[in-house]
């Protein structure tokens, strides 16, 4: 199993930043796939941005709605991923979740595992 704990979520004013963590631990040797999604309350889930790959060969894809200011990364060593969130907007308001083993729109592996959430709120 894997288990997922995220932190730095909180409430900003439009136009702040915040950077979310979520550190995996447990049995983290084949991740392959990480990333980050929210749901906003009366809204479906939704993808944020995905990290697929390990070491230098990575790739990033990120949702319309957040490209050119939200940047995901991710550090092995620490089996840690990052969101890092820019030029908030009161509609980036949700909880967001960290998931290992889905794709950014939500078609999720068996063994997918997710954290409990945090929430950011903007206004």
């Known amino acids: 199993d894997v288990q997922l704990v995220e932190s730095g979520g909180g409430s900003v004013q439009p136009g702040g930043s915040l950077r979310l963590s979520c550190t995996a631990s447990?049995?983290?040797?084949?991740?392959?796939?990480m990333g980050w999604f929210r749901q906003a309350p009366g809204k479906e889930r939704e993808g944020v941005a995905v990290i697929d790959g390990i070491d230098n060969e990575l790739t990033m894809t990120y949702a319309d709605a957040v490209k050119g200011r939200f940047t995901v990364s991710k550090d092995s060593a620490k089996n840690t991923l990052y969101l890092q969130m820019n030029s908030l907007k009161p509609e980036d308001t949700a909880m967001y979740y960290c998931?290992?083993?889905?794709?950014?729109?939500?078609?999720?592996?068996?063994?997918?595992?997710w954290g409990q959430g945090t929430q950011v709120t903007v206004s």
């Open positions: 447990g049995h983290t040797s084949n991740i392959w796939s």
């Open positions: 998931a290992v083993g889905c794709s950014l729109t939500l078609v999720c592996a068996p063994g997918a595992y």
